[in-house]
């Protein structure tokens, strides 16, 4: 062998031992990196695993805090009655206090006239002025008019005693209520704090999702609620639901769906944005039945029934804190407002976790 043969013998040799030498790994096709949005045939079929988790961790932590959402509504909306209840109350108690002091001048502008009258006479009653007249006649006339005399003091005083009384009363009542008043409107603003605080929060989570992830956020919602609806019918809850609406209750019914497809706003009465126990109250306040004013409220107050003897314009209380309400429509289905960003709509009556239903028409 030549010296050129040999040399290209050594330069071979070299170069398989250094391919020999390196990592296994090295030998195979390059992979590429993992990507962040699923391959456009996974994009088909939906979303991967992995963001269909987290997207239902995002449904769940919304719902959370349209329910504490709802809650506090609730409170605020309960303040805001007792305000108003109160607010009435002290402008009664201070027309009171107004005319018991008008009626306090009054009584002393009488018995300062019956002082000053008295005070004429030298100080001597007018009894004794009879005992002294040397004409009998006017002694048996003028018994009617000292008996008159007596009564007017007596009464003129008693009545300005018991004047005195109510209108301490009345002023005490007043700076109780006033209390009561400021009391309730620190609660009021606390609540309206806390619910403003976590609707941002819920709709900050669903601003900074994609068009298509809010799109699948809402079909996931809805998903939940129909298995939900589903369970619940399978569980034979209404097989002897068939009870007709009273009178009463269908006008409540034809009134709450007549609001189909306005906006729900917490806090609100109508006539064009509900929340939801603003829909139920005015839907029973058009059929002559005041309810009050909360879902926690008319699942206290209202006498309560079995879901067997449901019949629609019933009230079905939902969550285990009364957060929620709705209005049996019949068929399994309820009308209600659901919460901020959704429109008044029917949902199945078992969409949400059920504490128990009222009546208010009961009697």
């Known amino acids: 062998m030549n010296r050129r043969h040999c040399g290209a013998a050594a330069i071979a040799l070299v170069c398989a031992l250094g391919v020999l030498s390196l990592p296994a790994q090295a030998l195979a096709a390059p992979v590429p990196p993992p990507s962040a949005s699923p391959s456009p045939s996974a994009g088909a079929e939906g979303p991967t695993s992995a963001s269909a988790k987290t997207l239902e961790r995002v449904r769940e932590e919304i719902d959370r805090l349209y329910r504490k959402a709802g809650s506090a509504a609730d409170a605020y909306n309960l303040a805001e009655e007792k305000v108003e209840k109160q607010t009435a109350e002290v402008a009664r108690l201070n027309r009171a206090v107004a005319e018991g002091r008008a009626k306090i001048i009054e009584l002393n502008g009488q018995a300062g006239a019956q002082a000053r009258e008295q005070y004429r006479t030298g100080g001597l009653p007018f009894g004794a002025q009879l005992m002294l007249s040397d004409d009998p006649r006017l002694f048996l006339d003028g018994i009617n008019s000292v008996r008159q005399s007596q009564q007017a003091t007596t009464s003129v005083l008693s009545e300005l005693s018991r004047a005195q009384v109510d209108l301490e009363t009345y002023t005490r009542d007043a700076d109780l ?18 619910i403003d605080g976590q609707i941002a929060e819920a709709k900050k989570l669903e601003s900074e999702l994609a068009k298509e992830e809010r799109a699948r956020l809402l079909k996931l919602e809805q998903d939940a609620q129909k298995a939900a609806q589903a369970a619940w019918l399978g569980s034979g809850a209404l097989a002897d639901v068939d009870a007709d609406a009273s009178k009463a209750g269908r006008t409540a019914v034809a009134f709450a769906t007549g609001q189909l497809g306005k906006p729900y706003v917490w806090g609100a009465e109508g006539p064009d944005t509900y929340d939801c126990s603003g829909l139920t109250s005015q839907a029973w306040a058009a059929a002559k039945h005041p309810i009050p004013r909360t879902s926690q409220e008319q699942w206290r107050q209202l006498p309560h029934i079995g879901i067997g003897d449901m019949r629609p314009g019933d009230l079905i209380i939902y969550h285990d804190d009364a957060s929620h309400v709705g209005m049996y429509v019949g068929d399994g289905k309820i009308v209600h407002a659901p ?15 059920i504490l128990g239903v009222v009546r208010p028409d009961a009697s």
């Open 339 to 353: 919460r901020p960003g959704r429109n008044v709509t029917v949902a199945g009556a078992g969409s949400m976790e």
């Open 177 to 194: 209520h006033r209390e009561e008043l400021e009391a309730n409107r620190v609660k009021q603003a606390k609540a309206k704090k806390k």
